[in-house]
């Protein structure tokens, strides 16, 4: 099913955006059926994958596994989210999203958010300021952490990132390189690409 994918671009900037740093106390709503977002290019298709209520973001990923991991998780609180509602977005729409700004004191009560261990939560509130279209390298968030020998678990944390693109991993890079990145090295040079 293709739904109004201008609709579902404008969802996720302006209230699931803002719903994932809000300070709530109150339990996550059920979340609707996962959606796959496809932005196709000359060279080809990329996808990403969200779990998201009416008032926030739950997950967001450009690796399948990792959703179905998200999935199952959700399942295995009789929560019935087996099939894609298919939405296709353009590469401005992207941008769009990428631009969004978000940047509050708390997380909001995401079960995949609240998981996160106490260092894991600093450092994607560190990736959450940085600015679009900037980057930082491992060592430099590192140093904000107040130890530059956190620098590998730093890129621990974003691996774990649970909500790509809403906490921006991709502009965390190595010293010299790229870095890794859960949707590969093409996704991540690409969403930098987008950024400049």
Not at 29 to 55: A, D, G, L
Not at 109 to 126: D, E, M, Y
Not at 176 to 182: H, W
Request: hydrophobic share 40%.
């Amino acid at each position: 099913m293709i739904l109004n994918y201008q609709k579902k671009c404008n969802h996720i900037i302006m209230l699931d955006v803002n719903a994932l740093f809000s300070a709530k106390d109150s339990s996550p709503e059920t979340p609707h059926q996962p959606q796959r977002f496809r932005i196709t290019t000359e060279e080809t298709t990329i996808c990403f994958y969200v779990i998201m209520s009416k008032n926030m973001t739950w997950h967001m990923t450009f690796d399948f596994t990792r959703h179905q991991q998200a999935v199952n998780h959700i399942g295995s609180k009789k929560l019935c989210l087996q099939q894609f509602i298919d939405i296709t977005i353009s590469l401005n729409d992207l941008k769009k999203i990428l631009a969004s700004k978000a940047i509050m004191p708390e997380f909001s009560p995401s079960p995949f958010l609240s998981q996160g261990t106490t260092f894991q939560k600093q450092v994607w509130r560190l990736i959450a300021q940085i600015p679009f279209g900037a980057r930082l390298t491992y060592g430099d968030l590192a140093k904000k952490l107040g130890n530059t020998n956190y620098a590998r678990a730093v890129g621990g944390a974003c691996n774990s990132n649970p909500v790509a693109l809403l906490i921006p991993c991709h502009r965390v890079v190595g010293k010299n390189t790229l870095g890794g990145f859960a949707g590969g090295e093409v996704i991540k040079e690409m969403l930098l690409e987008l950024e400049k």
